[in-house]
């Protein structure tokens, strides 16, 4: 009886972590992941270490990742590198382990050689460039579309009722902040072989993200690194509930007002079916597929 006891109290003992363990365990999850991992995602694994994790609300979980990461990155940050809390491509909280050190240029966590370097800042450029090229948001929706439309739809039974003059739920425009794969292969900077090879890699990085329709887009890891490139070399679109770069989601026709999808789903619901700045309706607002 008593070695039974015993046993037992030293197998709780033993799942019982520091919080210290606890964070290297998630900084280890984030990289086992290539350095980007979403909120959700953590949280999960945080209440797996946890012996009362069943306990813990989804809530409570990620209030508590978003503190371990800030005690991580005191200590991430005599190594001059950093777990960057931002938004992904979809809208969702993630995080990405880069490299705070500054350099003159791209500054990039991302190991590349000089002719990848200038051939991913020319990518950036052409996939930019592209989000400029309006279109008559016709044919299949993307999941960033749907969920814009979701949103819109909600917000119209709620209290913060859309003008009834308009009929349809979805948008009528659309721009897309990517590039084809044709497009992205005519660089002078590598060959095809390479291109393709770093293309690739730029995937598995959760650089790009490519679409079933064969199109590239920026990728979380992407936003992280280049948030400052980004807002400093190119006019992008800033969220106005957040605060951060957002190449998809919705953005007003003034260009000044522009959501990532979830942002965008605050917004109507919560603080206005208008633009903050030009006073458009909403629905007059272009999606950013
Ligand atoms: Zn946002
Ligand atoms: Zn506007």
New binding site residues.
């Given amino acids: 009886m008593e070695v039974d006891a015993g046993r037992e109290e030293s197998e709780g003992r033993s799942v019982q972590l520091s919080d210290e363990d606890k964070g290297k365990f998630l900084l280890q999850y984030v990289l086992s992941r290539r350095g980007v991992c979403s909120e959700r995602a953590l949280a999960k694994a945080l209440k797996a270490l946890e012996c009362d994790g069943e306990q813990l609300e989804d809530g409570e979980a990620e209030a508590q990742v978003v503190e371990m990461v800030g005690r991580l990155n005191v200590r991430l940050s005599a190594l001059d590198y950093k777990l960057v809390r931002q938004r992904d491509q979809l809208g969702a909280w993630t995080y990405a382990y880069v490299d705070v050190l500054p350099s003159e240029d791209t500054k990039l966590a991302t190991p590349l050689t000089i002719e990848e370097l200038k051939y991913v800042q020319w990518c950036v450029r052409e996939i930019v460039e592209a989000g400029q090229e309006v279109v008559e948001a016709q044919g299949t929706k993307s999941v960033v579309e749907r969920s814009v439309d979701e949103a819109l739809a909600q917000s119209r039974s709620g209290q913060d009722g859309l003008n009834a003059e308009y009929d349809s739920k979805s948008l009528r425009f659309r721009v897309s902040y990517t590039a084809g794969a044709r497009q992205l292969f005519q660089s002078d900077a590598l060959g095809p072989l390479e291109t393709e090879r770093l293309l690739t890699r730029l995937c598995q990085l959760r650089w790009l993200y490519r679409t079933s329709e064969g199109q590239f887009g920026l990728a979380t890891r992407a936003l992280a690194e280049l948030q400052e490139y980004l807002r400093t070399q190119y006019t992008v679109p800033i969220c106005t509930v957040c605060d951060e770069v957002a190449l998809r989601g919705v953005k007003?026709?003034?260009s000044?007002?522009a959501w990532h999808a979830p942002c965008f789903q605050h917004y109507v619901a919560h603080v206005s079916t208008a633009?903050a700045?030009?006073e458009?309706p909403v629905l007059e607002a272009i999606y950013m597929a």
């Fill in positions: 007003c026709q003034c000044e007002g633009c700045s030009c458009r």
